[in-house]
């Protein structure tokens, strides 16, 4: 049998699309080689957003050109965004890859491997699935499956972009909106939860302007007829809380804030499954910036929207992404976002310099803010944002957190006298470790912990005497937990 690794860069979609070319390519016959050294296929699934992260894949092919020469069978492919931005050019430019796929044609995968395998020529496939579709779903595990699916997991509910931010790749990456029937959404989200599956995030490009493509969603409260940012996220998210009253928490990733609407303000109130914290992108904290940025809301507007949502649930965190140094931004521009990111009180910020990207309508204005200036805007930016952070870590000290339990610490690992140590995440979204709990089977349990000290972006905790008496044991092996979907290796987050 073939083996095979995918190796991923990027965002949570393109996450969610390895996921899904692991099943495609298991459902084909392949199994997952030990290490890229043991792989018959290598699958780079790549991100095109900023260019480090595209030269990332350049110099990642430069270097597997090796591995391809070692035996003549060996076949590369590259998947995801770059793919999609670069198609039939990658193969001209780059001769160690054989198969160019675009995110909508993972499906078609093993039919080019097949291909290539008879003798066929290095071929590119990169087509929007414009008039059919298709949202690629995990084969849904059974309740009784064993082992348990995984606590967290990802449901795609949109792909694509409308929106023209003139910073942005993605639309031509990922392609106009579509989106997924309500019916499909809650039978995966209501197979996952059968399974075992506690946290569901729902993806897409910009989330919230979800519409159901069949109509089948009734007016969310709240919601106006005649508000042209309005969609039916907000009726959505209350249908997903009401036919899954399983599912513990429910988030989203990426929302835009046009989208923040009152009917999406008042699911966050009257819904206790949607957790305190949302990530809500602002870009810049200057009206000028954002006017070039076509962001289309203001400052005031963005401030308006986050402040409604924060006075709805009390205790509601936010955090963003920041691009420094767009075209023309003058020090009074970078000076207005830092003080948005201090009047906004962000807990967590995704910083990034600005970088020139093909096919965007900013490719026009000079990239003039100096590359030094870039660097030294995104440090200040990220002095502010960690001491805002410290500072909310330091005052949960002593506090009662409910924490959904995701895994074993990755850095301490399985040894010392404790064992495991459990990390997941408050309802806030902050990263918890739990100490002292080795014994005990916490994955997918939403567990009581009292916060004990404040890490720089972490919390440490231990688990209150009344979750300490209602934990399970660890069986030895501890083969039950372990959760029936990998964590991917996942290389992200550049942060400039
Ligand atoms: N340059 C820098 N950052 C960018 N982002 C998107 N495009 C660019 C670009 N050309 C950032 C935005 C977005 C995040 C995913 O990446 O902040 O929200």
Known sequence: ????????????????????????????GYTEAGSADEADVLVLNTCSVREKAEQKLRSEVGRLARWKRERADRVLVVAGCVAQQEGERLLKQMRAIDVVV??????????????????????????????????LVASPPSPSSSPRAAPTAFVTVMKGCDERCSFCIVPHTRGPERYRPSDEIVAE?????????REVTLLGQTVNSYR???????????????????????????RVAADVPGLARLRYTSPHPRH????????????????????????????RVLRRMIRRYTRAEYVART??????????????DIIVGFPGETEDDFAATLSLVREVGFKGLFGFKYSRRPHTPALKLPDDVPEGVKGERLARLFEESEALLAAHLSALVGTTQEVLVEGRDKERGHGGAGG????????????????????????????????????????????????????????????????????????AAEGG
Not at 2 to 28: K, W
Not at 189 to 197: E, H, M, P, Q, S
Not at 260 to 284: D, G, I, K, N
């Open 260 to 287: 923040l609407t009152p009917s999406l303000v008042l699911a966050h109130a009257e819904l206790p499954v949607l957790p305190r914290h949302v990530h809500m992108p602002v870009q810049s904290g200057s009206d």
């Open 102 to 135: 675009g995110p909508d044609n993972i499906p078609e995968l093993p039919g080019l491997l097949g291909d290539l395998a008879i003798g066929g020529l290095p071929i590119a496939r990169t087509v929007f699935d414009l008039d059919a579709p298709r949202f």
């Open 189 to 197: 989200i209501a197979a996952l939860v059968a399974a075992g599956t």
């Open 420 to 491: 495991a140590l459990w990390s997941g995440r408050t309802g806030r979204h902050e990263i918890a470790h739990i100490d002292g709990a080795g014994e005990l089977d916490l994955l997918g349990e939403v567990v009581e912990v009292s916060i004990a000290r404040a890490n720089k972006h972490s919390l440490q905790a231990e688990l209150t005497e009344a979750a300490r008496a209602a934990a399970r044991p660890r069986q030895r092996g501890g083969l039950e937990a372990r959760p029936a979907r990998r964590s991917l290796p996942v290389v």
């Open 212 to 238: 159901d493509p069949l109509g089948a969603l009734p007016r969310a409260p709240g919601a106006s007829a005649d508000d042209p940012d309005e969609s039916e996220f907000a009726a959505l998210l209350r």
């Open 307 to 320: 402040r409604a949502l924060v006075e709805a649930v009390p205790g509601l965190t936010l955090s963003t």
């Open 1 to 28: 049998m073939p083996r095979y690794s995918i190796t991923t860069f990027g965002c949570q979609m393109n996450v969610h699309d390895s996921e899904r070319m692991h099943d495609v390519l298991r459902c084909a």
